[in-house]
């Protein structure tokens, strides 16, 4: 998020853009909620080694 303040502005305006950010912020993420969404016909390990075996 990019917030933009500038020279001219008043401390109100400033206050009110920097609670906008915390609030914001404070939601974080819910992994949870993909949890067991992916199902793979494969061992990811196997996966993630045939991956990396690619650059060679």
């Known amino acids: 998020m ?5 020279k ?3 401390k109100a305006h400033i206050k009110k853009a920097l609670q906008k950010i915390e609030e914001s912020s404070n939601q ?3 992994a949870k909620k993909y949890c ?3 199902k793979l016909e494969e ?3 196997a996966i993630q ?3 990396r075996d690619e650059w060679q």
């Open 43 to 45: 061992d990811p390990l």
């Open 49 to 51: 080694k045939k991956m």
């Open 2 to 6: 990019v917030t933009v303040i500038k």
């Open 8 to 10: 001219g502005d008043s």
């Open 28 to 30: 974080g993420l819910d």
């Open 36 to 38: 067991g969404i992916l």
